[in-house]
């Protein structure tokens, strides 16, 4: 599954951006779709998930802020970001979980930039 991230760049607190991730390849065995993101030591968080049946989850500093949501007939997921703070400045990746063959897999993409300006 190759995953390409488009949508980041630099706003304003309190703006809106939206970010997707178009998914090509095995997209069949796609069973949910995430965004994490970098933290200042390089760790990476997840941000939100949606499940292929539409369960969603959310990490609690975005909460109420950001909606997850996948367009299957496109292989599109989206992360709408709604009152961005300067502390959701950083890298966000999109993230496909698999299952195929017995093996469940998470195929990364190469990342995008989000940043927030106060």
């Not at 809106?16 to 030591?41: N, V, Y």
């Not at 941000?47 to 990490?59: F, L």
């Not at 299952?99 to 989000?114: E, L």
């Amino acid at each position: 599954v190759h995953l390409v991230e488009s949508g980041g760049g630099l706003v304003q607190a309190g703006d809106s951006l939206r970010l997707s991730c178009a998914a090509s390849g095995a997209t069949f065995s796609i069973t949910s779709m995430q965004w994490h993101r970098q933290t200042p030591d390089k760790r990476r968080e997840l941000v939100a998930s949606i499940t292929n049946g539409g369960v969603t989850d959310y990490a609690n500093s975005v909460k109420g802020r950001f909606t997850i949501s996948r367009d299957a007939a496109v292989d599109t997921s989206y992360l709408q970001m709604d009152n961005l703070k300067s502390e959701d400045t950083t890298i966000y990746y999109c993230v496909a979980q698999t299952f195929r063959g017995g093996y469940s897999v998470d195929w990364w993409g190469q990342g995008i930039q989000v940043t927030v300006s106060s």
